[in-house]
Structures are given as C-alpha cells and as structure tokens.
C-alpha cells in the first residue's frame, strides 16, 4: 500500500491506474484526507527534525539508552 501511495503521489502510476485512482477519488472523501495527510507527512518530519531537542531531554534520552544498553548480556 505504500509503495501505490508513493508511486501515486510521485506519478509513477501508470497512466491506466491513476486514472481508475482518480475516478475513485472523485467520490470518496475519506481518500482524499487520507491523501492530503499523507502529502503533509515529509514537511512535517522535516519540521520536527529541524526542531533542537532541548538539553535536559538529550540527558534523559542518553541516560535511558545507556542503562537500557548496560544490562544487556
């Protein structure tokens, strides 16, 4: 399924197949949400990785992973 999302979205469909997806989006609301999010979903991982991860939750995140990390055999 999201191998056909992205291959939709980038126009690599073929001609024949975009055009069945087109005509379904014509009359289904729920696709077209589905869609419009998903077009969203890069911009607003790059929004949230551009974001710098305050100090204290660096800490938190590396003292986690190391006790997590520690005990393992």
């Known amino acids: 399924m999201v191998d056909y999302c992205m291959d939709y979205l980038s126009g690599t469909l073929p001609a024949e197949e975009r055009q069945s997806f087109d005509g379904h ?11 419009e999010t998903y077009k969203k979903t890069p911009e607003i991982s790059r929004e949230a990785l551009s974001l710098e991860m305050p100090e204290r939750v660096r800490g938190e995140v590396r003292s986690f992973l190391r006790q997590r990390y520690d005990k393992q055999p």
Not at 28 to 35: D, G, L, N, S
């Open 25 to 35: 989006l014509a009359y289904c609301p729920e696709c077209v949400k589905f869609f």
